[in-house]
């Protein structure tokens, strides 16, 4: 949905990451979304479950969710067609913003705790 939004990018500017895993969900096999889904979840809470402090552990596995769960919901607005009603627009969307929310944040937050950890020796 966010990626969407701009189908003729201007040409001399490169595409958003955004725009780009938009397009490498839109080109993956459902199975592949599901699987995405699935581990990220699963492997998710898992770890979270069995050890409370390695969180940071869970968080790669949560973009990996995000991206899979986008993509399904991406398929699911493609498919169901011009035979839609605004309600449902409006919960797919909303769960779309929600589902780069998160994973957004947990890339993000991925990114600092590595950057943590690998200056952490030298800062210290």
Known sequence: MIAS???NPVSGEPPSLFAILAARARVASDATLAAFTAIGGVA???LIAVRPRWWMYALLPVVAG???LWGILERG????GANRSARYDRVIAAMQWLAVAIGT????VTAFAVLGILLGPFIS
Not at 77 to 80: G, L, M, P
């Open 105 to 108: 944040v947990a890339a993000i």
């Open 66 to 68: 995000a991206f899979g």
């Open 44 to 46: 998710a809470v898992a």
């Open 77 to 80: 607005i493609s498919e169901r």
């Open 5 to 7: 939004l701009d189908k």
